[in-house]
């Protein structure tokens, strides 16, 4: 076992005050360029956001311990990131389709209290994942929210009924969400496991929902939300 390749590779104790040398002037830098970006390029990480900040962690992390790549070569790398972020940000403040093509759209995800499944299913976003974040909001059902939408941010914004508006609903509680049936056996409001379309439904062996053609139904609620 080489010891000493495996904790300090080709190079001696003595590299390392020159890596702590380089190690802060890149804080600065990074600190710097921050600055220079403002406020919405650390607040609002969409797509675009995060390629800039990839970008300047890559750039900023080689000259700190590589002893081959120099400072100002790091720094030019700095300078043409930051051209490109502060002219891409024009165009996009002054023609709306790159804004689009760039940073993306707010999206309906749900719409008087079920599903959009034309724009859910254009997400990378899961059932799961989707309930967690209501769940902490004090959602329990669909029935509570009026509309749900997507921000080109990833935060999810809600807007929920009045309580007295409050509609039966799909349950979003593990324990109730898991109980799906096919067979109707009583007369309730019951709701499409799949795209929470809700509707009063009587005893049958089973019932297609209108919205997504699906066949499984949990029971709906009306509960109203803990605030």
Request: hydrophobic residues 30%; charged residues 10%; proline residues 12%.
């Given at each position: 076992m080489n010891w000493h390749g495996l904790f300090w590779g080709d190079s001696d104790a003595s590299f390392l005050l020159e890596i702590s040398f380089r190690t802060v002037i890149m804080f600065f830098v990074i600190l710097f360029s921050l600055k220079i970006l403002g406020k919405r390029g650390v607040k609002q990480l969409s797509v675009f956001e995060l390629v800039i900040i990839i970008s300047l962690g890559s750039a900023a992390g080689d000259p700190m311990f590589y002893r081959e790549v120099g400072i100002l070569s790091a720094l030019g790398v700095f300078v043409v990131i930051i051209i490109c972020y502060k002219l891409i940000t024009h165009f996009v403040f002054k023609y709306k389709v790159l804004e689009k093509v760039l940073e993306g759209e707010p999206i309906y995800l749900i719409e008087d209290g079920v599903f959009s499944l034309h724009n859910f299913n254009k997400e990378a976003l899961g059932y799961d994942e989707f309930f967690s974040e209501m769940r902490q909001k004090g959602v329990s059902h669909l029935g509570q929210i009026d509309i749900a939408i997507l921000e080109i941010s990833g935060e999810i914004s809600l807007y929920f009924y009045d309580?007295?508006?409050?509609?039966?609903?799909?349950?979003?509680?593990?324990?109730?969400?898991?109980?799906?049936?096919?067979e109707i056996t009583k007369e309730h409001f019951y709701s499409c496991y799949f795209c929470g379309k809700t509707e009063m439904i009587i005893p049958k062996k089973e019932h297609i929902c209108?919205?997504?053609?699906?066949k499984k139904w949990v029971k709906s609620i009306n509960s109203l939300r803990v605030t």
């Open positions: 309580d007295k508006d409050v509609l039966y609903g799909l349950p979003i509680l593990p324990s109730l969400y898991n109980n799906s049936i096919i209108p919205n997504c053609n699906h």
